[in-house]
């Protein structure tokens, strides 16, 4: 993913910012058939751990990525140059974060909100009485 954004900002390229949002809202919405995941498990040598399906605080991360390349495509497409590299730049900025440091900053949101959910009791009251209402 870094690759492919430090590409699409050299370039300046809609069609592949595009893409890449696709591609992780795919990852997102369908995580048994991720993509990224499957070439990383097929590159890995014999014997190494496989990634399992991407749990919810990873989906939210590649959902929000998906996010920022859509718009920066959109941004691209219609010539807002400013916009296009200030979401480029943060979306390079939170790849290399994950890369150098270690922190996801699309995990780091999710827990957040569901620490804010929770705390609120929002999250726990909506599926306890939608569940008990339908018959789910």
């Known amino acids: 993913v870094c690759v492919a954004v430090a590409i699409g900002m050299w ?3 809609a069609t592949l910012f595009l893409m890449l949002s696709a591609c992780l809202a795919w990852c997102a919405a369908v995580p048994e058939w991720n993509p990224i995941d499957r070439i990383y498990n097929a590159v890995q040598p014999d014997g190494a751990p496989v990634l399992p399906p991407s749990p919810a605080p990873r989906r ?6 998906s996010l920022c390349a859509g718009v920066s495509s959109v941004a691209i497409h219609m010539e807002a140059w400013r916009t296009a590299w200030t979401i480029e730049g ?5 790849a290399l974060a994950v890369v150098v440091g270690r922190f996801c900053f699309g995990s780091f949101v999710y827990y957040q909100v569901t620490r804010w959910l929770d705390h609120a009791g929002i999250r726990r009251r909506r599926l306890t009485s939608r569940s008990a209402e339908s018959g789910w």
């Open 60 to 65: 939210t991360a590649m959902a929000l990525a």
């Open 11 to 13: 370039r300046q390229d």
């Open 90 to 94: 943060l979306l390079l900025v939170a």
